[in-house]
């Protein structure tokens, strides 16, 4: 068990000022800074590990402008940011005083020395990032008559810049192969996989953009009617280095290579190349989001509600995680990645050896690399993400809708049914383009067979995963929710929920909901017909029944004839209380 020891700080401040009789100005700050501490036994390096701070700031100024008691303005403006940082400790060793003869950077650290079912020792690299977004909002709230209007709008730039030494210190696997014991492996110094990298360098800027009008009007005393219109453009996360590329089928077919970086296998292309979208994907302005409302007290009592709305809401500020898939790879860094293999005789088995890893793998060693590399630098085997080369690029959108049933049986107790709802379209997933040939495409006699897809009959060829970034995910949740609510009677509050639902998507079970990542696609293969069919099913976070009840109960005051001090220790206690129950996650036998 390692040691695990972090301090935390806040602060919190807000200021509120009238300026005259129709203006208030509002100004709030929060920071905290996070430390984790590391640790450096250097007689016992199984307790390494690395620190990390994390320090976050955010600032609002607000101006409310009261142009009349039918007429108000808000103006924000925000900002935040974070700056992260993780790292050893001074002090430390690296695997050039183990005896290993590679190339280390100048602060000495270990990334990782992994010995197979035993033990891993090391810790992350070095690394800073740095994000940041400002924001400028404004709203108008306006009555008229019967109707209340709102408008607005909301526009903000943000960056992310992260500088990572990325497998710089060198990553090392032992297992069983050759000894047939990973600690005899380790001993011996037999390495199964190494990897090195120049590291993991990132400089996105972003810019987003809405505007949206609403209505809230009051056709008749018992019924009001909700209305608006958001519109969001699309604009892409931008790698102002340029660190953006994709693959394109046809241009693999035709052997046409990148002339940005003409080492590239065929069929990749990358910011520079004539008719590439530099930041992968292009803008779409065509995203407008109606949504609709009613409440209705059906009998105009004030005890019978009927509610109900309906919405779409496209996911316009994608994650930027979605936009670095060629930050830790080649061509924009310099790495290396090769396994030992045994085989039959000793004329065809390449196993490493720890003191010298680049000796006996047939492979240069490109360390020291400069950084970024060139372009005429080699591109060694290893897998590639791309965005969609088939079809014309979805933003992810989302569409729910609901309908209520609200009832006040007693004037303590009240009941609610409703009918929730919601599906998306578009969502990311992982598809491997790549995929290898089963024998359900060719015979285990053939050659091809267990080749991938674009390594068969080609010079420049894939054999490594080339994962795309699918925007073909579906998913949909219907829901019945059934609440009371018996508020306070007898010193006692009781709420009780119960929602029957279910939750079906077809994206690859425990896909990566951060990032597209290899090795993490559909259980088919791309070639089958409707190869997502056997990944169609109850999403992961699918319960089909959750219940819960909770109470808070007012003690009765008692010793009244008591001393006061007394009295004040005795009363005014509540007691409260929570049971939640759930069904249990979705079973899959893959």
Same mark, same amino acid.
């Given at each position: 068990?390692?040691?695990?020891?972090?301090?935390?700080?806040?602060?919190?401040?807000?200021?509120?000022?009238?300026?005259?009789?129709?203006?208030?100005?509002?100004?709030?700050?929060?920071?905290?800074?996070?430390?984790?501490?590391?640790?450096?036994?250097?007689?016992?390096?199984?307790?390494?590990?690395?620190?990390?701070?994390?320090?976050?700031?955010?600032?609002?100024?607000?101006?409310?402008?009261?142009?009349?008691?039918?007429?108000?303005?808000?103006?924000?403006?925000?900002?935040?940011?974070?700056?992260?940082?993780?790292?050893?400790?001074?002090?430390?060793?690296?695997?050039?005083?183990?005896?290993?003869?590679?190339?280390?950077?100048?602060?000495?650290?270990?990334?990782?020395?992994?010995?197979?079912?035993?033990?891993?020792?090391?810790?992350?690299?070095?690394?800073?990032?740095?994000?940041?977004?400002?924001?400028?909002?404004?709203?108008?709230?306006?009555?008229?008559?019967?109707?209340?209007?709102?408008?607005?709008?909301?526009?903000?730039?943000?960056?992310?810049?992260?500088?990572?030494?990325?497998?710089?210190?060198?990553?090392?696997?032992?297992?069983?192969?050759?000894?047939?014991?990973?600690?005899?492996?380790?001993?011996?110094?037999?390495?199964?996989?190494?990897?090195?990298?120049?590291?993991?360098?990132?400089?996105? *800027?972003?810019?987003?953009?809405?505007?949206?009008?609403?209505?809230?009007?009051?056709?008749?005393?018992?019924?009001?009617?909700?209305?608006?219109?958001?519109?969001?453009?699309?604009?892409?996360?931008?790698?102002?280095?340029?660190?953006?590329?994709?693959?394109?089928?046809?241009?693999?077919?035709?052997?046409?290579?990148?002339? +940005?970086?003409?080492?590239?296998?065929?069929?990749?292309?990358?910011?520079?190349?004539?008719?590439?979208?530099?930041?992968?994907?292009?803008?779409?302005?065509?995203?407008?989001?109606? *949504?609709?409302?009613?409440?209705?007290?059906?009998?105009?009592?004030?005890?019978?509600?009927? *509610?109900?709305?309906?919405?779409?809401?496209?996911?316009?500020?994608?994650?930027?995680?979605?936009?670095?898939?060629?930050?830790?790879?080649?061509?924009?860094?310099?790495?290396?990645?090769?396994?030992?293999?045994?085989?039959?005789?000793?004329?065809?088995?390449?196993?490493?050896?720890?003191?010298?890893?680049?000796?006996?793998?047939?492979?240069?060693?490109?360390?020291?690399?400069?950084?970024?590399?060139?372009?005429?630098?080699?591109?060694?085997?290893?897998?590639?993400?791309?965005?969609?080369?088939?079809?014309?690029?979805? +933003?992810?959108?989302?569409?729910?809708?609901?309908?209520?049933?609200?009832?006040?049986?007693?004037?303590?107790?009240?009941?609610? +049914?409703?009918?929730?709802?919601?599906?998306?379209?578009?969502?990311?997933?992982?598809?491997?383009?790549?995929?290898?040939?089963?024998?359900?495409?060719?015979?285990?006699?053939?050659?091809?067979?267990?080749?991938?897809?674009?390594?068969?009959?080609?010079?420049?060829?894939?054999?490594?995963?080339?994962?795309?970034?699918?925007?073909?995910?579906?998913?949909?949740?219907?829901?019945?929710?059934?609440?009371?609510?018996?508020?306070?009677?007898?010193?006692?509050?009781?709420?009780?929920?119960?929602?029957?639902?279910?939750?079906?998507?077809?994206?690859?079970?425990?896909?990566?909901?951060?990032?597209?990542?290899?090795?993490?696609?559909?259980?088919?293969?791309?070639?089958?017909?409707?190869?997502? *069919?056997?990944?169609?099913?109850?999403?992961?976070?699918?319960?089909?029944?959750?219940?819960?009840?909770?109470?808070?109960?007012?003690?009765?005051?008692?010793?009244?004839?008591?001393?006061?001090?007394?009295?004040?220790?005795?009363?005014?206690?509540?007691?409260?209380?929570?049971?939640?129950?759930?069904?249990?996650?979705?079973?899959?036998?893959?």
């Amino acid at each position: 068990i390692l040691p695990n020891f972090y301090n935390l700080g806040e602060v919190t401040a807000r200021f509120d000022q009238d300026l005259g009789t129709n203006d208030r100005l509002t100004a709030r700050y929060f920071s905290d800074g996070y430390h984790v501490n590391g640790v450096l036994n250097l007689k016992n390096l199984l307790t390494y590990t690395d620190q990390a701070d994390i320090h976050y700031y955010n600032a609002l100024v607000s101006e409310a402008h009261t142009f009349s008691s039918r007429l108000i303005n808000n103006l924000i403006l925000s900002y935040q940011l974070e700056d992260a940082s993780r790292g050893p400790l001074p002090g430390s060793i690296n695997v050039n005083d183990l005896g290993v003869n590679i190339w280390q950077p100048a602060f000495k650290q270990i990334n990782q020395i992994a010995v197979s079912g035993f033990f891993t020792l090391g810790g992350n690299p070095q690394a800073d990032f740095a994000r940041a977004n400002y924001t400028l909002g404004d709203d108008i709230h306006w009555q008229v008559k019967n109707h209340n209007l709102a408008f607005g709008f909301h526009g903000e730039i943000a960056k992310v810049d992260v500088n990572n030494l990325f497998q710089q210190p060198g990553l090392f696997t032992f297992n069983a192969n050759v000894t047939n014991n990973a600690v005899a492996s380790f001993l011996l110094g037999y390495v199964q996989n190494f990897a090195q990298a120049s590291g993991q360098f990132l400089d996105l *800027r972003g810019k987003f953009f809405g505007f949206y009008a609403q209505d809230s009007w009051k056709l008749t005393r018992n019924l009001t009617l909700d209305y608006g219109l958001r519109y969001e453009p699309f604009i892409p996360w931008h790698e102002v280095q340029g660190r953006m590329g994709s693959f394109f089928p046809n241009l693999f077919a035709s052997n046409t290579h990148s002339t +940005v970086y003409p080492l590239a296998p065929a069929g990749l292309q990358f910011a520079g190349d004539a008719g590439f979208n530099r930041n992968g994907i292009p803008n779409i302005y065509s995203h407008f989001m109606p *949504r609709v409302g009613f409440a209705w007290d059906i009998f105009g009592t004030g005890k019978t509600s009927l *509610r109900g709305g309906a919405g779409d809401f496209y996911d316009s500020r994608l994650s930027s995680v979605f936009f670095n898939i060629y930050s830790n790879t080649s061509p924009f860094i310099t790495n290396f990645n090769v396994s030992s293999v045994e085989g039959t005789q000793t004329t065809n088995s390449v196993v490493m050896n720890f003191t010298n890893p680049y000796s006996n793998t047939g492979n240069a060693n490109p360390f020291p690399a400069s950084q970024p590399p060139p372009n005429t630098s080699a591109i060694p085997p290893q897998a590639f993400l791309t965005y969609d080369p088939y079809h014309s690029f979805k +933003v992810p959108i989302s569409y729910s809708w609901n309908l209520a049933l609200e009832q006040q049986v007693t004037h303590s107790l009240l009941t609610r +049914v409703a009918y929730v709802a919601g599906h998306s379209s578009h969502q990311w997933t992982p598809v491997e383009l790549n995929s290898t040939l089963n024998a359900d495409a060719v015979a285990q006699t053939d050659p091809n067979y267990n080749r991938r897809l674009y390594n068969i009959g080609c010079v420049s060829c894939f054999t490594q995963p080339i994962t795309e970034a699918n925007m073909g995910g579906n998913a949909n949740c219907n829901s019945l929710q059934l609440s009371a609510e018996q508020r306070m009677r007898s010193g006692l509050t009781i709420l009780a929920n119960y929602t029957w639902s279910k939750a079906i998507d077809n994206t690859p079970y425990n896909q990566s909901s951060t990032a597209i990542a290899s090795n993490n696609s559909y259980v088919l293969p791309i070639y089958e017909p409707n190869f997502k *069919r056997l990944d169609h099913g109850p999403s992961d976070f699918n319960h089909a029944h959750v219940a819960s009840i909770s109470f808070v109960y007012q003690m009765p005051k008692v010793m009244q004839d008591a001393p006061s001090a007394l009295r004040y220790v005795v009363n005014n206690w509540q007691v409260s209380g929570l049971f939640q129950t759930r069904s249990g996650d979705p079973l899959t036998i893959l």
